[in-house]
């Protein structure tokens, strides 16, 4: 295959030329050439939409790639159909980006774009029927029955038809059979039309009309022949309090939203009145879906460590495109990001802020929003799409030169990026793993910024091995923060050994001693507790307590988790659902209990030992809703709560004054993960978390559970040395060959048969295997959960050579391996999928 992207950096972007390579939304490896029709030579270029014809009957939206003079040399290139914009809606640089992503993480460029582009601004289809230009009822070899003749009929005096039409015209409800027949008799067409689905915000509003606003007497006037109308009065008087037009006419353009006046109680029959005598005037208006916010111009002053950090950041980007930013929780990187932002837009460069996705509805959002105002787009992943739309489009309209966004963002039509800021960028949550491109938001956006000759900073109170890796052997600056901002100290941790409690009967409901006491100290002081509580491997599942026996399921390889909620059991991979049982299907017992200690036992748990406070949860079952986790986060901010419990989701971005402290129910289950991460992300949870404590002036307490207190990375995490931890884990790394000392890359094959997944695993291990570059293969074997959604899932494991000639030969390599396997019949219905840097 050729290289797309090396491909795209020769090409002039703005060459004239007679082909077009087409970027189409199908599972297609290549881009397709067409032929550009002289009548759009003049019009067209890279990133336009496009209509074509794609295989026999079907019609699609492209978007340009790539404008040439070389004609394909397999098939015939066809003409490209229609073409949809008077400018591009999708940029150079964008497409090069594209490319890349889809060179890198092994997947086809049209998937790409899916993900890229807001569904409002892809093409929705609609099936409408046209008459075959080419048909001739007198000498089709076909008879039409009388339901055909009809609709052919009905279709020589339109020019298209929908679905809909033809029902109508037929009077029957199911026309699919008699379409499929008139396109297999030749006689119509069907096509897709096309249609935006973007529908901007429309505020109806009423404002004085012209006249009046010009002439101050005649709005006297006016008031005067409405002095005993007091209904018309009290709406004018309104409108003026509202929209001084005295003070500043211009104000009257924009008008007032008519809803004011309704929502005032007012009468809208009198609002008519004063309509239809020409005071007042009605007029339609497209507004943002996003509110303005107050914005504060309060100067940011950095501290004496803040100013070092950040001339140190901006001399390491004079040689250096890659910057971590080392700094411990409440040192004040926000603040630095601030200043950098604020100098880059100066400069007159665009900024992306990437966050986590769930620290996005935090304190962050809310502080940037001050300083930066309605000049800062939010690009959340609870959005609507039409939102979506929004924020693309203030991109393109420079109404946004600043946007703070989760890892889709990336994908935002910028054409001039300055600085790109990667904020928790050890984060796990900016791996998509779901569906292609299975990308790292933080390692894209460094490609993001390159392509733009724009700058990173990376940011986290514990970086990624990766970021650090690269940090001292100098591809990356790197600059720290390690002091606390103001008087906020550190914490103090405490180790509680749930072994030794245990043989004391000390341990009651799975806390220690310690546990409780630091609880109920900080509940006798009013102040506020956090328990955390790992996800993974956390689930609480139903056993018998006689017989052992654990409900599973159905078409999945995992064990179903309990829901004390509804006394349900549900599969977390395919949403399988069932009751638990009353009694044990394998014995017979009654003794069905749950086990296991996820969030929801641990609060039922704190309920039972501290029955006075005031307990919430959180975690993904509690936050599903948009503004779920906002909510939550308020009830707890305003005090009405005194112990939050939760997930991976309390550990970010909560800055609360009254939390003093901050629990680990059980490190061990973070630290024997089966992962060669488990170590890099028990270390960075545990930090984070810890770093919730005492962020004012009050000193804070950690209490972290476990079973092996001996453990080095308990003293590594309480003394903050992260160095030391890391020096310790890249040693095993490198011993056992993981990343970043090589590049890993997980092949999975799916399919309903077990044997034909194992055989077109080991079919494909065996071709991997010749690829000529220094490798370990690993595998096949059986996914570490084996069967999901009734799909048997083989893995293999390959670790590459870091050189990128390697990587990239590889890639190329398998890509064409996968190509011809999904050719062959055996192996057609098989899912192959390629995750490059698994996480
Ligand atoms: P981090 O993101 O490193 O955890 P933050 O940026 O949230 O830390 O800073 C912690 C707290 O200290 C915040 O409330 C922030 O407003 C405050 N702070 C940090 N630096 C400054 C500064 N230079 N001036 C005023 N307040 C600051
Ligand atoms: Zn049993
Ligand atoms: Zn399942």
Known sequence: METLFGDQLEQSETSSGSFADIILPVPIPKMFTYKIPKSLLEEIGIGYRVIVQFGKKKVLTGVVGKVHQKPPKAYEAKPILDLLDSHATVNPIQIRFWAWMAEYYCCHIGEVMNAALPSGLKLSSESKIQLNPTFDPDTSPYPLDEREEVLLNALQNKEEMSYEDCEAVLGIKSIHGIIKSLVIKEAIVVFEQVKEKYSPKVENRIRLT???????????????????????????????????????????????????????????????????????????????????????????????????????????????NTVLLHGITGSGKTELYITLIQEALQGGSQVLLLLPEIALTTHMVGRLRQVFGSSMGVYHSKYSDNERVEVWNGVLSGKFSFVVGVRSSIFLPFDSLGLVIVDEEHEPSYKQYDPAPRFHARDAAIMLAWLHQAKTLLGSATPSFESFYNARTNKYGYASLEKRYGEAQLPQFHLADMLVDKKKNLLKLDFTRMMREKIQEALGNQEQVLIFQNRRGYAPYVSCEDCGWIPECEHCDVSLTYHQFGEEMRCHYCGFKEKVPHSCPACGSSKISAVGMGTERIEESLSLLFPEARIVRMDLDTTRSKYGYQRLLEEFGSGNVDILVGTQMITKGLDFDRVTVVGVMDADRILYFPDFRAGERAFQQITQVAGRAGRRDKKGHVVIQTRRPEQAIFQQIMAGDYRNFYLQEMGERQRFFYP?????????????????????ARHLHNLMAEIPVKKILLGPEKGLIGKIKNQYIFESVVKLDRSSNAQAHFKQVLQQQLETLQADKDFRSVRFIVDVDPY
């Open 210 to 320: 012209a006249a009046l606003v010009e002439n101050k007497a005649a709005l006297e006037q006016v008031f005067q022949e409405i002095s005993t109308k007091p209904k018309q009065e009290e709406i004018l008087l309104k409108y003026l309090q509202e929209v001084p037009v005295y003070r500043k006419p211009e104000l009257n353009q924009n008008g007032l939203e008519k809803k004011v006046v309704a929502d005032a109680g007012m009468s809208m029959s009198s609002l008519k009145t004063l309509m239809k005598n020409g005071v007042l005037e009605e007029f339609k208006i497209i507004v943002s879906r996003f509110e303005d916010e107050a914005v504060s111009d309060a100067e940011i002053v950095l501290t004496e460590e803040q100013l070092q950090a950040q001339t140190k950041i901006k001399e390491a980007f004079e040689e250096k």
């Open 740 to 760: 970043p000392f090589v590049k890993m890359i997980k092949v999975s094959t799916r399919h309903k048969d077990y044997k034909t997944a194992e055989k077109a």
